[in-house]
């Protein structure tokens, strides 16, 4: 490869710059469409996505021919990025987005008569582009690339910014459509003192098969949340790739970590119940809510009351598994790796957008004139849901910072271990207590690096000098396997509650529209830009949680 | 001190956590307040000020009393943090802001009857808030905290974010008031279709002596400017000493860079004569815009002639510069500076926000129906606008991670550094040609460490080894000294010309209100919501790069 011409910083500076200003110009594009600007109609947008969609394209074909034509050379990989379950999660979603790319076609095909031929080449174009990416990240998300960097730096930060305002315009063909269903049910509860004007950008024409047209526009609405899903994976995937441009890593390959599901029985069986009840809980929502004033309210009673006693059973097992570790004081990891650093600033990024939400509840019940007995749950809820996110993220930072336990036990080095861990205990049953035993980190952490530990005699060690410590604090005493099992269950059932508290607001369940309060505090108005600028990253708190969460116990 | 009882990573994500919820709840309270929300009064809003400023006030007192306490022991300093003049200009602002809280004070006391006695209490509360916290920030800003670490992590980031609310209650102020005039603006000239009401906030009752009310009410809305500088630039410091805490640096200390002036006469009267033309321009504009028709389409005309002339000047300065230093290609220093990081992540993300107004303005153009001539003007504008900042941007990350030049000789070192000079002259010597010398920076970068180089000798040595290639590339040939003239007055220059380009949105000339095109397209209502929220960040841009611009120019 040819040396780059430009310092690191620079480059860095120099494609940042021009990923925001492509970014903010297209979402200043979203939001003239959104706003019905004059002059700006969906087919320019839709021109603007596609140009972006095919420059990435032309990008990733030129990458990928050129690596395929390099394949001889040996390169450097970030061992910690594209984990195999997130590419299959990436995969996973990418097809959903190609059938509902489908469904767009189909669609189009109905009105063809009124809409614009791009209203038919984006969806193409986005099949071809989703194909070719999923192919991408498989193949090169682990790349750190290190010659002719400054192209290849462009072209990440051009893919990373693509597929967000992909994402972008996923969120908010979706915010639109809840938007209009909630003020459908104003309409309906008869609530005509606000001026509700339904936001349509239907086409002005009829569809020639209309009732597989309605089948289909409904339909996409239920594909929608999975296709945001992956344009924000495929957009963190891409990120950790710019990141790791001209990086020089250490040649330290973490072990394969693999998937085993013995001993967590308690865990899922608790939260397949928790999976469960929460569809049930759905369902009976949106069939009741805008029916009448007494059904709204009790779908929403119903709700509130459900997703306290979630939170609290979440809550207490984050509590529980943060405990644990607490006892347990290991130094953690602390290296320099990209793609955990990206996975922790989401994770309270996101948190940060439902705190927003919940606080505007408490807000609004504090100073709400009137408060019907149902809008009383809401301040619990709200109170539980952001303790609970607080919690859950401390859990899932110590968890990812910790070293992998539970290594396969290899009894060609376990000997020499056993050597070691003689010498360690020797010398802190020299010093005499385990306060000094613990203040020596150093030791214990190039002991844990080892490939192949004897892990049950490292536990004995270890129970030996803090059986009397923690006992002392009133925290039931875990052997070490045990303790492992306790946290593989809690991470088990919070990876459950996490997908199941994905679903109600994806698909339509959101009490923040539905309870009324907050719109009669704030306004209707403001309170709708807040929940439509929030709920994407409420949304997509759940989701990414429960991917830290999984790649958490593939370690553990 | 005591051994923190959490580990790091894990301190950090619990404090960051509290103090995003404090922040988000806080933000809350200021929508409630902006959108007249029931039952949210302006008293609510500054109590919830006030308790978290006592908040800070405790804190800081515990802080400064146990560093006195155990003034003895030697503490760790982070020599990149809190630099003397950013210090000096914290300082500047401040005395401003305590006498913005005597205008408020003033203004109490002349509407006491109907105010409540919070309104009397917030601006004492936040002068001797104000006063503590320079206090604070003069003797503690460089401080790298080691002991007690969970305490004075939630303290610092508690102090970090109630500035940020500060910061945004000032915001919101003066943007509310930007926007009342803007539509009485548009009242005076007719535009009688929009329903433009007031957005009034002022007291129900008369001041007793009325004119010096009126007086206090127009001077507190030139000096709040400065208040949202001070406010911004205390969390910054405050954040830097976050992010410091448990850190272990390097005895390596920066050599003290002072000021010096000589040689910088053409940037400097250059940039004098900006500054003394932008004070003309913006007194015609807020003279003449708005009185007739006419009258503010002169003054437009007049703004964007200016400042596309001025853009122009200021985005060829930027682009000498950096061609500059891409000609004298050194290695960058890289190392880990959180000062420096946060710097650049600010440059960045505050040029978004002005980047969000100009694609504005060209998406206006670009869809608008109707186009005045004088409208024309805004296209160049907001294209140089655009590329202005990303010039400049990448010229201060160039230059902030170059090694200081220009040390000051010292007989003693200079000898031996001679010696070490004619070694790696005669190295290169031996290799025959520029293109290895250049390949060999660890040499050159251990050269360049060593404290009080022989500057000349260096670069007679870059001369001979650069001649021929600089002058292949078409480029002009700079010796040494030449060049660093150039780049400071470059520097200078930059600087008086972002002191300029604040002054005109900080005191109310804002052609993104004014020339009506952008209204027209987005609609009123959405484009009024884009600008509050991405002027703030377009104004403190300016002052940031002023900052930076200053910092380079004392390393230079």
């Not at 509902?100 to 174009?125: D, H, Q, R, W």
């Not at 459950?496 to 607001?505: F, G």
Request: glycine residues 8%; proline residues 4%.
């Amino acid at each position: 490869g040819a040396r780059s011409s430009v310092p690191q910083k620079l480059a860095e500076a120099l494609s940042s710059q021009y990923g925001l200003n492509v970014f903010v110009a297209g979402l200043l594009f979203l939001l003239a469409w959104a706003v019905h600007a004059a002059g700006v109609g969906k087919r320019d947008l839709l021109c603007l996505l596609t140009a972006l969609m095919l420059l990435q394209l032309l990008w990733m074909l030129w990458y990928v021919g050129r690596s395929y034509a390099q394949r001889r050379l040996i390169r450097p990989k970030d061992a910690h990025a594209g984990a195999r379950w997130l590419r299959g999660s990436v995969t996973l979603f990418a097809v959903i987005t190609i059938i509902l790319g489908c469904f767009k076609v189909g669609y189009f095909i109905g009105f063809s008569e009124c809409l614009s031929a791009t209203e038919g080449v984006f969806p193409v174009t986005h099949a071809v582009h989703t194909l070719l990416q999923v192919y991408f990240l498989w193949g090169h998300a682990k790349d750190i690339i290190q010659s002719f960097k400054t192209l290849e730096r462009f072209g990440v930060i051009h893919s990373v910014f693509t597929n967000l305002l992909l994402w972008a315009n996923s969120v908010l063909n979706e915010s639109k459509h809840q938007l209009n269903e909630h003020k459908e049910r104003l309409i309906t509860l008869g609530f005509g003192n606000v001026t509700i004007e339904l936001d349509d950008h239907s086409p002005p024409c009829n569809c020639s098969p209309e009732h597989l047209c309605a089948a289909l526009a409904q339909g996409m609405y239920y594909l929608y949340p999975f296709t945001i899903e992956y344009q924000i994976l495929a957009s963190t995937m891409l990120f950790v790739l710019w990141k790791n441009i001209g990086r020089s890593v250490d040649g330290a390959r973490p072990r394969h970590a693999g998937l085993r599901l013995h001993g967590v029985l308690a865990g899922s069986a608790l939260g397949l119940v928790a999976l469960a009840a929460t569809l049930g809980v759905v369902a009976v929502y949106l069939v009741h809510i805008g029916r009448s004033k007494a059904k709204s309210e009790a779908a929403l009673a119903m709700f509130y009351l459900y997703a306290i006693a979630l939170l609290l059973l979440m809550g207490a097992a984050g509590l529980l598994g943060v405990r644990i570790y607490r006892v347990d004081e290991k130094s953690l990891d602390e290296s320099k790796n990209p793609a955990r650093k990206l996975d922790t600033d989401l994770l309270v990024g996101a948190a940060s957008g439902s705190w927003l939400l919940s606080w505007g509840s408490i807000l609004a019940i504090a100073c709400a004139d009137t408060r019907p007995p149902y809008t009383w749950y809401n301040l619990p809820y709200s109170v539980l849901a952001i303790a609970e996110k607080y919690i859950q993220n401390l859990f899932i930072i110590e968890s990812a910072h910790r070293e992998p336990e539970g290594l396969p036990e290899d009894v060609c080095t376990l000997r020499v271990v056993t050597v070691y861990n003689r010498a360690a205990s020797m010398a802190s049953l020299h010093f005499g207590d385990a306060g000094v035993a613990r203040d020596t980190p150093a030791v214990k952490g190039s002991l844990g690096r080892q490939p192949g530990l004897g892990k049950e005699e490292q536990e004995e060690e270890e129970r030996r000098g803090k059986g009397a410590w923690s006992s002392a604090l009133g925290v039931p005493f875990f052997p070490g396997s045990a303790k492992r099992r306790v946290l593989r269950n809690i991470t088990v059932f919070l990876f459950l509650c996490n997908i199941s508290l994905w679903i109600p607001p994806a698909f339509g369940c959101r009490p923040e529209y539905d309870n009324g309060l907050e719109e009669v505090v704030f306004g209707f108005e403001p309170w709708i830009i807040v929940v439509n600028l929030a709920m994407p990253f409420s949304i997509f708190y759940r989701m990414h949680a429960a991917a830290s969460l999984f790649e958490v116990y593939c370690k553990m």
